[in-house]
């Protein structure tokens, strides 16, 4: 898969289940709403995850884009070009960012809750991704011994 380590294919599956929850969840919550309250305004249940599936592709794009920026960045060595090259990716997933929400903000099938709920799953996998990563190191260590 890209050539990506196992850390960022943990990561992008990480994100993919994430956005299963997100999905079930904001499902539910969207019903719960349209049937205690009078809101029709609110986004559908396929503006949210055609919002979601948006939101949750460029967090699986930008998980990719770290990927690559941190061999790039750990070929340039340490200094002030290495630093550059840095920030430079990082305002570059930014901005990233920023499109799809814009996207999501602008285009009327794509929910904005749904483009925000899959951006964010990005921090949520980051999480999930390191826990997974810690019982698999307390697994081989076991085995070890």
Known sequence: MFG???TAK???LSVGAVCVVFLAAGIVIINLLEYFTDLTEIEGNLDYALGLALGGAVSAVKVVMMEKSLGKIADAGEGKQ???MAQ???VGRMF???AVMALGAVVPFF???GTIAGVVSLRFAAYVTVAVENSIEKKNADDKQ
């Open 4 to 6: 990506l380590s196992k």
């Open 10 to 12: 943990i990561m992008m």
């Open 82 to 84: 290495a630093k550059s």
């Open 88 to 90: 430079l990716y990082s």
């Open 96 to 98: 990233l960012t920023v």
């Open 111 to 113: 929910g904005l809750f």
